[in-house]
């Protein structure tokens, strides 16, 4: 509770700076702030506790979660210092509408009711609309706003009436109220439909096939670092939500609920890494990468007793490369009207250490020793072996070696093509940012337990 009324105050404080005139403080400020909130919410880790009748529920699983979102959004706020110097202006907005995306993002973790939730849900996608058409000359910004607003607002209206009808057959919001209803016998029927309809709002925001078509066309349109944001933050916290809102109302569902999660898990993955082998867009293959990541994280909701762990575990390790990588793509596309892999040609050469960092994300992501992906998808894959869904996990090894094919199209235009532009010096934020969040990654591959135990 501490942590979301903390967070809330900072965005506040972001546009206070603007008043005062005094924006070259709003991006360290910010920082400190942020690293000051990540301490309270971590000094909250163990605590069990709800406030305004259970509103808001302080636990395990939200303290984790919302420590890697507070993370995740020190390195975007970073980031955001080289991105947004030609609109000093307006960057106290976009640096306190990403602290307000984040008190989002805590409040679709730390909810303990479905009003709570669907507010939190809001707070972030309204976030995300304005920050995806933020480029307002760019026609392909527009673009990406205008598709993301109206599926954003589509997918939200599904998540509202799902929740309309689980209020009917229960008669509360409050999700202890509807977690022993979900485990009687004689809940209505419309129960069973409003939890649909809830999944399918949240595929859509995790874009998982068949609810995945405005991903990739949003992801280039967007400002890079907004695409940085939705590939990382927003999927990984719909992914949360959507595991803790399962895991609450799954007691009584049908058996072929876990089939259609299996089914959707095989077609997010497949269908995700098949097109993304196509593509010589960055951004429209890390869209495409994004989605089939949507269907391994899937895979935590499958066994008969979820892992809260693995899922966090997986969650950081595809963010934090992710991070890694858009770190890079900031840095070699910033003066380009695209993100082909032209762009990066002979990035090896005239700079190797960036070069290494995309290199080593790329390869996390793959699945490659001895980064976190690879330690992720194993622990991922004995606990779907554990489950009996052997099926599941032989099509997740295919799409994990289909993958190697298109990162490797972007590390091999890196290394074996001779440059074609000239790069000058590397921000150190930059830098910073890059190699930071590849090393987490590094030291979370080493050692695992780090994350698995802390839920």
């Known amino acids: 509770m501490n942590t979301l009324i903390a967070t809330t105050a900072l965005g506040v404080l972001c546009l206070l700076f603007e008043i005062f005139n005094l924006r070259k403080a709003i991006i360290p400020i910010t920082i400190v702030g942020l690293i000051a909130i990540l301490g309270l919410n971590i000094s909250e880790y163990g605590v069990e506790a709800s406030y305004y009748n259970n509103m808001i529920v302080v636990n395990k699983f939200a303290s984790t979660f919302s420590s890697l979102f507070i993370v995740l959004t020190i390195f975007l706020v970073a980031l955001g210092h080289q991105f947004y110097e030609n609109h000093q202006t307006k960057l106290s907005d976009f640096i306190a509408i990403k602290v307000f995306l984040l008190s989002g993002c805590i409040a679709m973790v730390a909810f303990g009711n479905l009003a709570m939730f669907f507010l939190g849900i809001e707070v972030l996608s309204i976030s995300l609309y304005i920050l995806a058409a933020s480029n307002r000359m760019n026609l392909k910004s527009n673009e990406a706003g205008m598709k993301y607003f109206l599926m954003g607002s589509f997918a939200s209206g599904i998540i ?85 809102l399962i895991q609450a109302m799954s007691g009584n569902l049908p058996e072929t609920s876990q089939t259609v999660l299996v089914v959707i898990s095989m077609l997010s993955m497949t269908v995700g890494n098949i097109m993304a082998l196509k593509q010589n867009n960055v951004k429209r293959m890390l869209a495409f990468s994004g989605i089939s990541h949507a269907g391994f994280m899937l895979m935590t909701l499958i066994p008969i007793l979820p892992s809260a762990g693995s899922l966090l575990y997986y969650a950081s390790a595809y963010s934090l490369a992710g991070i890694a990588a858009f770190s890079v793509i900031l840095y070699v596309c910033k003066n380009n009207n695209n993100e082909d892999i032209a762009n990066f040609h002979g990035l090896g050469k005239t700079n190797p250490l960036l070069a290494g960092i995309l290199t080593a994300s790329l390869l996390s992501m793959a699945g490659i020793p001895i980064f976190a992906g690879f330690f992720a998808k194993l622990i991922l894959f004995s606990q779907t072996i554990e489950a009996g869904y052997i099926a599941l996990v032989i099509v997740a090894v295919i799409n994990s070696i289909i993958s190697v094919g298109y990162y490797f199209k972007l590390i091999l235009a890196m290394y074996t093509k001779e440059p074609n532009e000239t790069r000058t010096g590397t921000p150190f934020v930059l830098y910073a940012v890059a190699i930071i969040a590849i090393l987490l990654n590094l030291v979370l591959g080493l050692f695992p337990s780090l994350v698995i135990d802390l839920l």
């Open 160 to 244: 509202l009436f799902g929740i309309c009808l689980i209020y009917g057959a229960i008669g509360s919001f409050d999700m202890r109220t509807i977690q022993e209803a979900a485990m009687s016998a004689d809940v209505e029927e419309w129960f069973y439909i409003g939890v649909i309809l809830l999944s399918i709002g949240l595929l859509f925001k995790i874009a998982a096939v068949p609810f995945h078509f405005w991903a990739p066309d949003v992801y280039e349109g967007s400002p890079s670092l907004t695409t940085a944001t939705m590939s990382t933050l927003a999927k990984v916290t719909a992914m949360a939500a959507f595991f803790k």
